[in-house]
């Protein structure tokens, strides 16, 4: 089992950057497929990024192809990130979430995830 905790949220004005973490718990981090979500109020919370265990392969949504980029550091057991040219549709509360330990793929689906961090809230004023 593994727990997540994200932080690096904040307030940023459009065309802004900031980089979230996710730092996990366990010494087992590197054996989970992870992935970024986002929840935007009266939206359902949608896909973002994903990566592979090694981090070696990575997928975005179209919305944020070309200014985000996942990354994870697994000696830290810490998944990021980086949020470039960010836009007032970009506010969400974001949330980090790792696949159960046996799938080594990527996926965009909620339901894939077993495991869900608290989220940090992003705003991002025009």
Known sequence: QVQLVESGGGLVQAGGSLRLSCAASGRTFSSYAMGWFRQA??????????????????LYADSVKGRFTISRDNRKNTMYLQMNSLKPED???YYCAARERFY?????SEYDYGYWGQGTQVTVSS
């Open 41 to 58: 109020p009266g939206k359902e919370r949608e896909f973002v990024a994903a990566i592979t265990r090694s981090g070696d392969n990575v």
């Open 91 to 93: 506010t969400a509360v």
């Open 104 to 108: 080594s793929g990527m996926s965009i």
